[in-house]
């Protein structure tokens, strides 16, 4: 079974932050169809704050870093997606608690975590049309594979959530902003499930794990 | 705008800085988290916490002190405070009986205090949360689901801290919570809008001659807007808001409250309670304690609430029991 090292795991947190510093205005602009169109820059303000705290954090263990970064988002992400991602990054860092690496039993059951937080926190459910319709298939497909081969897992749930824009996308959302406009929000992508698959597939192209994406958020 | 600022970023802080400087022998701060706690914490008893966005003094930061909170933070004006200020909050007074955290019911501060509260307990500290919904005025609104807490908060506070004062363990205190929370309604109405320093204008707008019935502590739209009525016909419209709403019926005996909120001088406050208390009268009710004054503002939101709390022997004796805090009006 594969670890990682917390200095692996703080390498794909700088590459996370790039992305979303990134696609700041994108993930504005997708937030604009249906909701208040702040979800870009709300993600993209506290991420900058952990790309600049990150060398500097205590990198001691796995999960006081995350308990750190997680305070960093509730902090600096506005709006409710502050708890929601700093809600993701406490729970994973309360799995990893004193570990110096995680292996991949560990790394699914924190991903685990992060969702039950995020359920406690929202109380979205399935078919909501938020970013845990991403996350509920990513973490079962980590269950159904063992974990040898990072790079196929990588590859497996980036196809997950790539699946979940367009699974999503004609569904009205009941959760978030989004759900205060009803009908409206059919036919639109759901900024936080492209989110996630927007970061992983980046994942996948730093890392080099060759992946096709279908929908046509990850195709620009 | 006319205001006493400095630098609108200092606002909070400075605000703070006064409230030690007046208050050293009661209270200190952590001015890293724009947290208040009390000074001597007992660590045998229950402590009492709150925190919520500015803006409402002397609620929050303000009704700390023995017999009411143990420790109170605060955000920006009108923002929940970040979660590491609510966490920092529970821990600098977290006692072997454990944490009380009243929330009043705003997503915003419930999601800060629902992680603080989480992380606190998995450091080994006991802690309960509370959600205090006294409005009635709306079933949801901007930023809740639910109704909103407000001025109601007051009895929350008194009567948990009394509890916790007189050794109740974190349970019991959790029932008073339960029972204030259970048993108080309350409804606001504003005259004016109210200025957040650093935003520098107005909330909202709101014409010479309109009031805006059933509005929130942050400004938020209440049940309609309307023209300027009397003092008698507002108090009116306020009273049977909040009377029907319980019920408070005949024979019972109540606690009620005119809270100012923030721009509204206390003959004005009277004027409604005189109103309020004949309303009372007629309905049957005993008003057994009241509260004429600002126990939860909107900054300088000329206006005011009725809060009534329906009392039974155990809450009428734990109003009465004493208590100190910055504003010495409690």
Redesign the interface.
Known sequence: MSTLTIDQIVEAIDITCDTVIRNEKYFSDLDGLAGDGDFGTSLATGFKVIKAELPEIDKSAVGAMLLKISMICSKHVGGSSGPIWGTGFMRGGMVAKGLEEVNYQQLTDMVGSAIEGIVARGGAKRGDKTLLDALWPIHEKMQEMDGSDLGAVLAAVTAEADKAIDATRSSVAHRGRASQVGERSANTPDPGIVGIATILYDWCKHYGVDYTPNAAELNR | MKKFVNNPENFVPEFMAGVIAANGDLLEAIPEFQLIKRKNVDASKVAIVQGSGSGHEPAHVMAVGPGMLTAACQGPVFAAP???ACLETIKSVATDAGVLVLVNNY?GDR??W??AS??AE?EGIKVVQFHINDDVAVQDSLYTVGRRGVAGNFFVMKACGAAAEAGASLEEVVAIAEKVNNNVRTMGVALTSCIPPAKGDPIFDIGDDEMEVGVGIHGEPGRERTKMKSAAEITKILYDAVQSDLPFSSGDRVALMVNGLGGTPPAELYVVYNEAAKLAGETGLTIARNYVGEYCTAIEMAGCSLTMLKLDDELEKLLDAPAQTACRIF
């Open positions: 970040p979660v590491d997503q999601m800060a629902d992680m989480e992380m998995a």
